[in-house]
T-cell receptor, first 118, second 111 residues
């Protein structure tokens, strides 16, 4: 158990709908990352938040957005869902912002949310 | 963007045998990670490699990093069934935090 929690575990919805995925980082971790794992694209970085602010963006679609709240939990919002959005969405957390700010600053991954769009 | 290539994609090994998984990355990277993923599960951190020549070992797994060659290897010694899983390497660009993952190597250890 990494200490990162994600809800829900599974989500089944229809095309065109909107869903929200939730992530709670490990206690004390300030950075949250969202990744998407699909058969087509593999594991891709979507977005990073640090202490409530967006810090880096990857291959995140405009239909997707995220935020990090004052209690450091994060939500990933996916809208106008398409069949191709079906994937496993992982959240990860790390203590610090920059690799140089500590010996490791490694990321610990949550259990994931499996999204199925029908 | 950092490109990370792993090979092989699929690996079927007999118990007791040794093998190596290779991970190449395209540009300068601060650090290299190896993760294990069981089917339908999350990513479990195995190793973090921080500098050129770094070598880390845990049980039957040993990881190394050659930053000049932009190559990391994960060596499996005397494989056992419990090692069956998908192994990912991931690289982190200098000054960045997000990870770029390889395609993964699905390892199956057969009796």
């Amino acid at each position: 158990d990494s200490g990162v929690t994600q809800t829900p575990k599974h989500l089944i919805t229809a095309t065109g709908q909107r869903v929200t995925l939730r992530c709670s980082p490990r206690s004390g971790d300030l950075s949250v990352y969202w990744y998407q794992q699909s058969l087509d694209q593999g594991l891709q970085f979507l977005i990073q938040y640090y202490n409530g602010e967006e810090r880096a963006k990857g291959n995140i679609l405009e239909r997707f957005s995220a935020q990090q709240f004052p209690d450091l939990h994060s939500e990933l919002n996916l809208s106008s869902l398409e069949l191709g959005d079906s994937a496993l969405y992982f959240c990860a957390s790390s203590p610090r912002r920059y690799p140089g700010q500590g010996p490791k600053n490694e990321q610990f991954f949550g259990p994931g949310t499996r999204l199925t769009v029908l | 963007e950092l490109k990370v290539e792993q090979n092989p994609l699929f690996l079927s090994m007999q118990e007791g045998k040794n093998y190596t998984i290779y991970c190449n990355y395209s540009t300068t990277s601060d650090r290299l990670y190896w993760y294990r993923q069981d089917p339908g599960k999350s990513l479990e951190s195995l190793f973090v490699l921080l500098s050129n020549g770094a070598v880390k070992q845990e049980g039957r797994l040993m990881a190394s990093l050659d930053t000049k060659a932009r190559l990391s290897t994960l060596h499996i010694t005397a494989a056992v069934h419990d090692l069956s899983a998908t192994y990912f390497c991931a690289a982190q660009m200098t000054g960045a935090n997000n990870l770029f993952f390889g395609t993964g190597t699905r390892l199956t250890v057969i009796p």
